[in-house]
């Protein structure tokens, strides 16, 4: 549960943490009663004495002062390039330091002043707050209570987005959705898998302007999606398959968004090594970024139409998995030749892109976490992009970069499509070698998309899950990844 959110003018009265940015330019934004209050009883005002016990403009870094009175300060570092990204992180690092303030199972109420005066960097700043907050929980006997209970941003400007919606409302919406992909990569396989991943989703959607379809195994075999029914094949927990469908009065654009939604990856009869498999509950982010955003696009009341898909199922090695050589055929009747049961993300993909194609859309993103080739690429920070045509990634990289989240456009070279030609099907689930391995899958998946339809393809297999720290707006384990930026792609669709 995230902390309630409001936006003011003036600091709030009563006791509170107040994070404030340090920039290249110095401390910004601090209220002149706090300066006073700081000069009276130290001496100093609160840039004087950040700078006299270390407080660094690096991006992230923070620094508590001594408290006056009811407010103690966090100093946060800016870091060089101000922009929407940098204060959302910033936001998210102060907030974080401020809720370790907390005493023993109390809680801390805190004020941020970043000097925001824009709109988006209102939005920016109030999510990345929210988005301080979070921290998976764990599976406990024991309550983990929450650190922070109100996050106020101090902005003088307008609280209203242009469409004429509270910032703050919007915030809320964003930043819930952003954590509830977070939660739902978090979880461990053994509670979250295909049927209760399914579950889940039709808990969120309850009640909202969404509409929730379900296939189970006997309805997915019955209907031809053999990518599915291979890969969940070697499991106990048989695939599902969810869609989404959101239709607003007056919308004129059509968005499919695909996601996968490995709930475990153990490589299948390609066995992973172990190391290489305690991290994969997470290999069904892309699923989780593509509903939550659903839902966010629903709440915000967005005129775009949108149909998302997540195919869902757990990759086991049983008597009963599918094999390296076996030729399968996916939703619409294309025949695929298993290269290697390690590549699964791609097949369920295929099943649930082919499948949007009845849906008639005018633009089909897939999100997966679908290649350690696109981290070899772009390291664990950035996401790629792959597109039918430079103008449709372009929109993607747009949205992201307005979004304040790391994507980096790839290509799909004409020579890569030969690599997947086969002998004994319509084609190959791999390439014959592992050279742009993100490139040859991008690649695949395009031959699911009915030509003519532009589509996108992020790879999220990077930045989807950190073993790390937390930082900024990025949390340890499911960072939520590509959903603010499929959101910020809706909006940009409703016109």
């Not at 379900?214 to 890969?231: H, I, K, P, R, S």
Request: glycine share 12%.
């Amino acid at each position: 549960m995230l902390p309630q959110l409001a936006l003011s003018k003036t600091l709030p009265r009563g006791a509170v943490v107040l994070v404030v940015g340090l920039g290249a330019d110095g401390v910004r934004e601090v209220p002149a009663a706090v300066d006073r209050a700081y000069v009276k009883r130290f001496g100093s005002d609160v840039a004087t004495l950040a700078a006299s016990v270390g407080a660094d403009a690096k991006a992230g870094h923070t620094q508590t002062l001594p408290g006056v009175d009811d407010v103690r300060v966090v100093v946060v570092g800016l870091g060089e390039a101000v922009g929407v990204a940098a204060l959302r992180d910033a936001a998210a690092s102060g907030v974080r330091q401020a809720a370790a303030l907390a005493q023993g199972k109390g809680t801390v109420s805190v004020a941020v002043s970043l000097g925001t005066t824009s709109v988006e960097e209102a939005l920016a700043v109030s999510a990345g707050a929210l988005l301080g907050t979070y921290a998976y929980a764990g599976v406990s006997s024991e309550t983990t209570a929450a650190k922070v209970d109100k996050v106020t941003v101090v902005h003088e400007g307008s609280a209203r987005t242009e469409d004429g919606d509270y910032v703050a409302d919007v915030a809320t919406v964003l930043a819930t959705a952003v954590a509830t992909a977070r939660e739902w990569v978090n979880v461990p396989a053994n509670l979250l898998y295909p049927a209760s991943f399914a579950e889940e989703v039709q808990s969120l959607v309850k009640g909202t302007r969404l509409t929730c379809e379900v296939l189970d195994e006997t309805e997915l075999a019955a209907q031809g999606y053999g990518g599915l029914m291979a890969v969940g094949g070697g499991s106990a927990r048989p695939p599902r398959l969810v869609r989404l469908t959101y239709r607003p009065r007056g919308a004129k654009t059509h968005l499919a968004l695909v996601g996968k939604g490995i709930t475990f990856d153990t490589g299948g009869l390609n066995l992973k090594p172990a190391d290489g498999m305690y991290t994969m509950k997470c290999d069904m982010a892309g699923a989780a970024a593509v509903l939550a955003a659903t839902w966010a696009i629903a709440r915000l009341g967005l005129k775009v139409k949108v149909t998302a898909y997540a195919a869902m199922a757990e990759n086991m090695p049983s008597g009963s998995a599918y094999r390296p050589s076996d030729v399968l055929t996916i939703f619409g009747g294309t025949t695929v030749e298993n290269a290697n049961s390690d590549a699964e993300g791609r097949l369920v993909m295929a099943d649930a892109l082919a499948r949007s194609n009845a849906d008639s859309p005018d633009l089909v993103v897939d999100v997966a976490t679908l290649t350690g080739a696109a981290i070899v690429a772009l390291g664990d920070r950035t996401a790629g992009v792959m597109a039918t045509d430079d103008p449709t990634a372009q929109r993607v990289l747009d949205a992201a970069k307005l979004s304040g989240e790391p994507f980096w456009q790839l290509p799909i070279p004409a020579e890569t499509r030969a690599k997947l030609d086969s002998s004994v099907a319509d084609l190959r689930s791999s390439g014959t070698d592992r050279a742009g391995g993100a490139l040859a899958a991008a690649a695949f998946l395009r031959e699911f998309v009915d030509a003519g339809t532009p589509w996108a393809h992020l790879d999220i297999a990077g930045p989807a899950f950190r073993t790390g720290g937390p930082e900024g707006a990025f949390s340890t384990g499911g960072t939520g990844v590509a959903v603010t930026t499929l959101v910020e792609l809706a909006r940009s669709l409703a016109g």
